[in-house]
């Protein structure tokens, strides 16, 4: 039976001070790594784990602290990204409302392995509540000795200080947070020099999701084989999924890494409303490509959804069953898209908002002959060659719509309707 | 003079001000409701940044308002999970009590009624937020009758 | 060295080097809109993109640097097909509104498109729209935001080179558009620079609107006649009136950069205020007479003085005017005039002989007659009695950028404050008079300095006797410039106009000689070059505009250093060492100055004594005056000769760095007005002299005979980027002597100090239309706590006195300025700030009161 670990306390009515905490084995994994492991060997537990980031790119979390350069004598900054923005996601929400500790502690020990003594904590303006819960925690954290000089007498410094964005999905792309934190338009940044090597303040930098920070604590605690040995190997661990859209249960599931798509919507999910049946799923964010039903067998994990030209991205699971309109739902998601665009490359900007002309008119009934062939040229100008993923994951996100649907919008042209509405 | 001591004290978490350009705005907003030339200018002083750096920052990021917004400010999701569970018939209906388009403040300065972008809670889709509080989820529209009322009367006491 | 083979061709590049600058180099266009070879590369417009061999997506090839081994292609179908495609995104939304764009013609859009473009346009929605006018930014620069196509080079630019930040980007995705704080650039440089990297019609000039089409201008390359960084223009010209001045990124010490005074203020060349004949005094004023007239007036009224001698006669000339009227300027007051008294600076109260002793020693060796960039190219800088920003604004520039890109260690000691000590590892504000002291004071704690002052002559005395605890004000900066002068290599000094004002300017030049010689006992390279406000004053000094120096800083009161010149120019020459312009007026005070000339200058209102410069002007005998333009000393004039701008006659300036550049006039003179050169000659005839021929190849000949540093130079060699002249002294400049060192001036009260301003540079710039516009009256700059302690509020109307004279204008706070200093800009006629001044008294003391 597969015992959560992520949603253990979160799930749990009123845990996320530090008292209960605490009660739960909480930063025993820090003080068991500033005790026994020095940065290196901290550093290869998790290279061992194959722990893979959790914020949609799925990066081997040890090797991106492995690139942060030894003998620099600039400052080295952790940044945690809890800037969760895309549609279909809210596991980190749920993570930092229910147990915020958790990250902290993933926070301390990731700064530890890279050497940080200040990180940023790069949360979301419009998450109040964990605003609220992580203030509160940092406070009880600094208060215990678990944050701030020379914790638990190990002579290790961190401090971390909360940035609130301030509603920009673009920040969430992790040059455009640093930029963001650097007090600057949220603008994605020329790489290389990558963060590891000049980011914040042109220092090294890592950036990690809140989820992939929270599996810290535990890859401690229980050690790289209990983490290997859930899910695939090649990406394994607890995961989150977050489920929405015309689903029966909504929520985040955590379950092991690799559980078949069909599995998590129908078993877990509830599958689709009754009378309905399930049309389309997205499966891990909006600009992650839709899979037909016909396609749900695939497995959650980095390596099979990108070997069926998707993405596990956030695992932001939207379900779209037989009433709902394929041509509204990529409108709506181009609409997001272009509405967040930071407007620095052409791709993006220009291709975006032509995009979205063409959707709008379609969607309203005035489609005209050669849009979709637009479209087409117009996915392809976007993707591959627009600055950074905002415009690549928009333009592959309308294209599998269009290629796994593509009646629906011939339907929407020439009936000069839409045929939902 | 509070407004100053707060984003010094803010400014303290960087290494250098213009870091604390979006804390400070956070800061001014919440003091004065929204950021007004004058103000950005005043941000800028304190921070001894270029006045265009903070302007930049105002107009980049949705959450500050350099025009006057209501005094209850409703953002309503309409991003594809809400939307799917009926976030445009909400925002209708919120059109419809209010009357008053998205994006419009009632004459009364009340309220003022945006669509944002997706607020990282689809799992209570249709949700929306008022001001800087929690989240509303599960929105029906005799809940959002409800939630108005609430306010109304908030406004009132 | 890295390999790379671009289509094929395969070459050796440096490392570091991008890949389409190496593409280039092999003569391969690839488009782009948002590289510029001078700012950080963006990497945003993604028309550059190209494929590289082993890389799933297309790269930018602005933003990639080269590898060895490395394979690109420019030439494939992919990336013309994706070339194409950017094009028809980025005409999506533009207006293609060119027929009635100033920039069509000379769009990059435009010409990409037709390069690289597709025939057709298949958007056909509702194209966004920003606004429906333009909108005036500030009164030079208009924004059409349609036709933006988000390069950012204006943004770049504004805060990478200028530094100025005043333009930004506001908004995000398809509604960001740049543009100043709250759609306003009313408190920017004005300089312009965005308008001219910007690729399409989307920031224009509003001098230009409407002028012109680009095809029917006539463009002439020459120099600008504003401060002494010498920038290049290309001015041009549509049915022989002035439209537009630009700058080419190939040529010139600024590439493609100018500041407000170049860009807009050339127009003073069609100011109201020209001069349209000469005019003699005759009863009831001055009256428009022939050339003829004026002349015969002239021979007329300095005959008997002339033959009397040298004491009643002299000459003041501009560092405005080009070398060949300077040369000749010297040359007619010594074989007509028959006097040594000229003077080529009337602003500067305290650079007496004495200081031109150690100016021929700085000319002669330490000076670096080289490229700007090569000097700055020093590992620490010191910037000394300047406001770089105001006064050399490109000079600036260059500046800021060698400190930002290779992390130069910038100083600066100056008496107001500038955004450029933002870029400097430490500032010093002091009051000019310390600049000795503060050199000697920083030399004494270099390490190993002090072993070296034995070999220094007399200056070792000084040396010593600088306190090496210095006083507490200037500590850290003291502290911080040793150690980085200790650690240098190589140290460029940069001296500005504020240390000429400054009373101590002797001492400060023989400290400067002693700073060279003791850096390069340590080892290190040392050099130093002015940043003059003028053009040419450089020209002005070699050539022998100078009291009692003939040209080549040679003592005239040597026979055999006359004896060349005698022979050169068939006439004997005075042997007295003349006068300077202050003993000049004193003269004429006491009624002695039968005949006073004034070529290209003001002095009514620059010479810092306005008491005694307006009587002493009103009681010359014959007052000369030539000019373009009625100054407030024309108006006081017998006669007056209208005389061409730099833009009509031809000739040369040397710059600050020592190099001679080209004029090439832009048009004829204006009205009846001549060429500088061709009135000295009409003059010298009517006083029976004949001053040789005139015309600037047999003038520069001339010069480049005669004068040491130009020797081997030809007129027709200086090319579209000039020669440099060359030091001239075996050694490092003779003898070194023992200045006075005063220590720094502490005052309770207010002291005030002048200078440019961003807009202003002397009364030419007054007469810019453009820049008179831009800034219109006299003020009062102070620092807010100074101005609380007097009650005063910004904006408010005060009233500057001293204890000759008070002036009024309205106060201008700025946080930045030291709060015992007071600055009012110099060029103002109406102001008069020269009432308030004394000779050699500088700063001023002042009290500023609410008016």
């Known amino acids: 039976m597969f015992e959560k670990v992520l949603l253990k306390n979160a799930e749990k009515p009123d845990a996320h001070g530090i008292e209960a905490y605490e009660a739960a084995g909480g930063y025993q994994a820090l003080a068991k790594v500033l005790r026994e492991f020095s940065p290196d060997g901290l550093i290869q537990l998790v290279k061992d784990s194959n722990l893979k980031g959790r914020g949609g790119a799925g990066f081997p979390t040890g090797l991106k602290w492995g690139f942060v350069p030894k003998d620099s004598d600039k400052p080295k900054y952790l940044c945690c990204n809890a800037d969760e923005s895309e549609p279909g996601t809210f596991k980190d929400r749920v993570i930092m409302e229910g147990d915020p500790h958790m990250m902290l502690e993933g926070m301390a020990l990731a700064s530890y392995a890279i050497g940080a003594e200040v990180a940023y904590l790069y949360i979301r303006g419009e998450f109040v509540l964990c605003i609220e819960r992580l203030e509160t925690a940092l406070d009880e954290a600094y208060r215990k000795g678990y944050l701030g000089r020379d914790i638990l007498g190990s002579g290790f410094n961190l401090d971390i200080h909360m940035h609130l964005g301030a509603g920009a999905y673009i920040c969430g792309e992790e040059t455009a947070m640093l930029e963001s934190i650097e007090g600057r338009r949220g603008e994605p940044k020329l790489k290389p020099p990558f963060p590891a090597v000049a980011g914040l303040y042109e220092c090294p930098t890592v950036i990690n999701n809140v989820e992939t920070l929270a599996c810290l604590p535990h890859i401690v605690n229980r050690g790289v084989e209990w983490f290997r040995g859930i899910g695939p190997e090649q990406s394994p661990g607890p995961k989150l999924y977050c489920l929405s859209g015309h689903v029966q249960k909504p929520g985040v599931y955590e379950l092991p890494m690799g559980i078949s798509l069909r599995e998590l919507v129908d078993d877990h999910a509830g599958g689709a409303r009754p009378g309905r049946k399930i049309k ?15 396609g749900l067998d695939v497995t959650m994990d980095f390596e099979s959804l990108t070997a069926i030209d998707t993405m596990l ?6 379900v779209l069953d037989d009433g709902d309109c394929i041509v509204r739902a990529a409108k709506n998601i181009n609409e997001f898209f272009h509405e967040e665009s930071c407007g620095k490359c052409t791709p993006c900007r220009e291709g975006l908002d032509w995009t979205g002309k063409i959707l709008h008119r379609m969607e309203a009934g005035e489609g005209r002959q050669g849009d979709l062939e637009q479209l087409d040229f117009l996915c392809g100008s976007i993707f591959g060659n627009s600055f950074c993923a905002l415009g690549d994951g928009a333009a592959w996100a309308l294209k599998a719509a269009i290629t796994q649907f593509r009646d629906e919008f011939v339907q929407h042209v020439e009936e000069g309707r839409c045929p939902f509405h | 003079m509070a ?3 707060s984003i010094e004290e803010a400014a303290k978490r960087y290494p250098n001000p213009r870091s604390a350009i979006m804390p400070a705005l956070f800061l001014a907003q919440k003091e004065h409701g929204f950021l007004s030339g004058d103000l950005l200018k005043e941000v800028a002083g304190i921070l001894d940044v270029p006045e265009i750096w903070v302007y930049e920052v105002s107009t980049f990021y949705g959450m500050f308002h350099t025009e006057p917004v209501g005094k209850f400010h409703i953002k309503i999701c309409t991003n594809l999970s809400c939307q799917l569970l009926e976030a445009e018939s909400m925002l209708a209906h919120l059109e419809k009590k209010l009357a008053i388009e998205t994006g419009g403040t009632t004459p009364d300065g009340m309220f003022t009624l945006s669509s944002v972008e997706c607020l990282g809670a689809c799992e209570g889709a249709p ?9 509303h989820m599960n929105l029906t529209t005799a809940r959002i009758d409800e939630i108005l009322d609430g306010l109304r009367k908030e406004a009132a006491e | 060295m890295a390999k790379i083979t671009i289509d094929g061709n395969t070459r050796e590049v440096a490392d570091g080097t991008l890949i389409l600058e190496a593409a280039m180099e092999q003569g391969i266009d690839i488009p782009t809109f948002c590289y510029m070879a001078r700012l950080a590369p963006l990497a945003s417009c993604r028309m550059c993109l190209v494929e590289i061999e082993g890389q799933g997506k297309l790269q930018p090839s602005c933003a990639t640097t080269v ?34 764009c100033d920039k069509s013609g000379e769009c990059e859009l435009q010409d990409q498109v037709f390069e690289y473009g597709a025939g057709e346009a298949r958007f056909q929605d509702q194209k966004r729209v920003f606004y429906s006018k333009d909108i005036d930014l500030n009164p030079v620069i208009i924004f059409n935001a349609q036709r933006c196509i988000q390069c950012q080079r204006c943004v770049r630019i504004c805060e990478e080179v200028v530094g100025a930040v005043a333009l930004g980007t506001v908004e995000k995705g398809m509604d960001t558009k740049v543009t100043g704080f709250e759609n306003s650039l009313a408190g920017c440089d004005h300089c312009g620079n965005c308008i001219e990297v910007c690729p ?8 230009y609107r409407y002028k012109a089409r680009p095809w029917d201008l006539k463009e002439t390359d020459t120099i600008c006649p504003y401060c002494g960084t010498g920038c290049h223009l290309s001015i041009s010209v549509r049915d022989g009136q002035l439209s537009r001045v630009r700058s080419k990124y190939e040529t010139g010490v600024n590439g493609e950069t100018l500041c407000v005074k170049g860009r807009f203020g050339i127009d003073f060349i069609d100011g109201d205020n020209r001069l349209r004949t000469p005019l003699v005094r005759k009863e009831g004023g001055l009256t428009a007479v022939s050339w003829e007239e004026a002349a015969a007036f002239i021979a007329e009224r300095a005959d008997g003085a002339i033959e009397k001698g040298g004491s009643g006669l002299g000459g003041l000339a501009s560092p405005r005017l080009n070398n060949e009227s300077l040369y000749l300027f010297q040359k007619l007051m010594r074989t007509a005039f028959r006097t040594n008294s000229i003077d080529s600076s009337s602003r500067w109260s305290a650079a007496g002989p004495g200081a031109y002793q150690s100016l021929e020693g700085l000319f002669g060796g330490l000076y670096a007659r080289r490229s700007l960039h090569q000097v700055l190219e020093a590992d620490c800088i010191l910037i000394l009695g300047a406001t770089v920003t105001d006064e050399t604004p490109v000079t600036e520039y260059m500046v800021r950028g060698v400190a930002r890109s290779r992390g130069t260690k910038l100083f600066i000691a100056s008496a107001r404050p500038s955004r450029l000590d933002s870029e400097a590892i430490s500032s010093l504000r002091f009051v000019p008079g310390a600049e000795a002291y503060l050199l000697s004071a920083l030399l004494n704690g270099i390490e190993g300095a002090e072993k070296t002052f034995a070999n220094m002559g007399a200056l070792k005395k000084s040396l010593l006797k600088a306190a090496k605890t210095p006083p507490p004000e200037f500590g850290e900066f003291l502290e911080k410039a040793r150690t980085a002068f200790g650690a240098a290599e190589s140290v460029t000094l940069l001296i500005g106009a504020d240390l000429l004002r400054s009373p101590g300017a002797a001492a400060a030049l023989s400290m400067v000689h002693g700073l060279g010689r003791v850096l390069d006992a340590l080892g290190k390279r040392a050099e130093v070059q002015f940043l003059f406000d003028r053009p040419n004053q450089m020209g002005a000094w070699e050539l022998g505009v100078l009291p009692g120096l003939l040209p080549g800083w040679r003592p005239v009161g040597d026979a055999a250093v006359r004896a060349p010149f005698e022979e050169a120019w068939g006439a004997s020459l005075p042997a007295d060492s003349g006068a300077d312009f202050r003993r000049m007026l004193e003269r004429s005070e006491a009624g002695k100055m039968d005949v006073l000339y004034v070529a290209g200058s003001d002095p009514l209102l620059s010479y810092p004594d306005g008491g005694l410069v307006e009587s002493a002007l009103s009681k010359a005998r014959l007052l000369i005056v030539q000019d373009a333009f009625m100054t407030g000393t024309a108006r006081l004039a017998d006669v007056v000769l209208p005389a061409a701008t730099f833009a009509e006659e031809p000739g040369t300036f040397t710059n600050n760095e020592g190099k001679v550049q080209e004029l090439r006039p832009i048009r004829r003179p204006a009205f009846e007005s001549k060429p500088n050169a061709e009135i000295f000659a009409l003059v010298a005839e009517a006083l029976g002299r004949d001053l040789g021929p005139v015309s600037p190849d047999a003038v520069f000949a001339e010069i480049a005979h005669l004068v040491p540093s130009y020797r081997g130079l030809s007129r027709d060699g200086l090319g579209d ?43 030419l710039s007054g007469n810019s239309p453009v820049l008179g516009n831009l800034s219109a009256k006299a003020y009062v700059e102070m620092n807010p706590d100074a101005a609380a302690g007097l009650e005063l509020a910004d904006g408010s109307g005060v009233v500057v006195r001293s204890s000759h004279g008070e002036m009024k204008a309205r106060l201008k706070l700025n946080k930045r300025f030291p709060a015992g200093v007071v600055f009012v800009p110099d060029n103002f006629a109406d102001a008069r700030l020269n009432r308030l001044l004394k000779h050699g008294e500088y700063p001023c003391p002042v009290e500023v009161q609410r008016e």
């Open chain 1, 280 to 294: 389309a799923v997205i499966p891990g964010g909006v600009s992650a490509p839709m899979i037909p039903e016909s």
């Open chain 1, 313 to 318: 991205g956030s695992a932001g699971v939207i």
């Open chain 2, 3 to 5: 407004l100053k001591n």
């Open chain 2, 127 to 135: 949700m929306m937020q008022v001001n800087d509080g929690y989240y």
């Open chain 3, 67 to 100: 590898a060895d081994g490395m394979v690109v292609r420019t030439d494939t179908p992919l990336v013309a097909e994706t070339r194409k495609s950017m094009l028809e995104l980025l005409l999506a939304n533009h207006p293609l509104d060119c027929p009635v």
């Open chain 3, 200 to 207: 399409v019609g989307a920031l224009m000039s509003t001098p």
């Open chain 3, 721 to 763: 980027d000039g020669s440099y002249t060359r030091p001239f002294a075996e050694e490092n400049g003779g003898d070194l002597d023992d200045p006075p060192l005063a220590a720094p001036r502490r005052t309770k009260g207010l002291e005030l100090v002048t200078g440019d301003s961003m807009f202003h540079s002397g009364y």
